[in-house]
T-cell receptor
C-alpha cells in the first residue's frame, strides 16, 4: 500500500509558467515532508522541505504548501525554467524522538518544461 | 567532500551469481540508507544504519539480500543468489541526523541480472 502518492506520472508546462506538483499521503504519523529532484543517471537531490508545524515554506522559485487536514502537499515552481525538467519525488518521514526511519517516497512526477 | 560514492555504477551479472554493491557515505554522517528504485515500486527503503548498527531491515525483500557496515566509511549490499527480478537501480544515501532532515544520495548502481 502506497503511503505517499503522486498521481500524475508526468506534467508538461510552458517555460515561464507555474508548475504545480501534487502529493498525497495516508500515514498521519508523517510530520516532515521533502521534495527531491532527479535527473537521469543521477541520484535524487534535495530541493525543499516542510515540517508539519508549518503550512508553507519558500525557497527562491520553489514553494511547498502543506494541508495536514487533507494530507496533501504541493510544490510550486514559478517561473518554470528548462533546467527544471526532471523527475520530482515527494517524500515523508516520521519524527521518532531523535531517531530515524528513512524516507517514504512517492513514485515521482516527470516534469517537462516546454520552450 | 565528494558526496556519497557508490560502486560500481553499472553491474551486469548472470542469474545465480553473487552481487556486491558498495557505498562510501559522507564523512561525519551518522545515518546510512540503502534504497532500491524500480518502475513498479518506485524508490523503496531497504535498510538503514545508525552509527554502523542496522536499525531497520524490514524493507529487505528476501534473505538473499544482506547489508553490512563494518565501519563509518563503508557499507555493502549483497545479493546472493541474484535473480532477474533484482534488476533495479540501488541507491545509497547518508544523513547527519535521520529521517527528519535531508538525505544525500549517491549516483546509484544500475544492476541488471540476466
Amino acid at each position: 500500500d502506497q503511503q505517499v502518492k503522486q498521481n500524475s506520472p508526468s506534467l508538461s508546462v510552458q517555460e515561464g509558467r507555474i508548475s504545480i506538483l501534487n502529493c498525497d499521503y495516508t500515514n498521519s504519523m508523517f510530520d516532515y515532508f521533502l521534495w527531491y529532484k532527479k535527473y537521469p543517471a543521477e541520484g535524487p537531490t534535495f530541493l525543499i522541505s516542510i515540517s508539519s508545524i508549518k503550512d508553507k515554506n519558500e525557497d527562491g522559485r520553489f514553494t511547498v504548501f502543506l494541508n495536514k487536514s487533507a494530507k496533501h502537499l504541493s510544490l510550486h515552481i514559478v517561473p518554470s525554467q528548462p533546467g527544471d525538467s526532471a523527475v520530482y519525488f515527494c517524500a515523508a518521514s516520521r519524527y521518532s524522538g531523535g531517531g530515524a526511519d528513512g524516507l517514504t517516497f512517492g513514485k515521482g512526477t516527470h516534469l517537462i518544461i516546454q520552450p | 567532500d565528494a558526496g556519497v560514492i557508490q560502486s560500481p555504477r553499472h553491474e551486469v551479472t548472470e542469474m545465480g551469481q553473487e552481487v556486491t554493491l558498495r557505498c562510501k557515505p559522507i564523512s561525519g554522517h551518522d545515518y546510512l540508507f540503502w534504497y532500491r528504485q524500480t518502475m513498479m515500486r518506485g524508490l523503496e527503503l531497504l535498510i538503514y544504519f545508525n552509527n554502523n548498527v542496522p536499525i531497520d531491515d524490514s524493507g529487505m525483500p528476501e534473505d538473499r539480500f544482506s547489508a553490512k557496515m563494518p565501519n563509518a566509511s563503508f557499507s555493502t549490499l549483497k545479493i546472493q543468489p541474484s535473480e532477474p527480478r533484482d534488476s533495479a537501480v540501488y541507491f545509497c544515501a547518508s544523513s547527519p541526523q535521520g529521517g527528519n532532515t535531508e538525505a544525500f544520495f549517491g549516483q546509484g548502481t544500475r544492476l541488471t541480472v540476466v
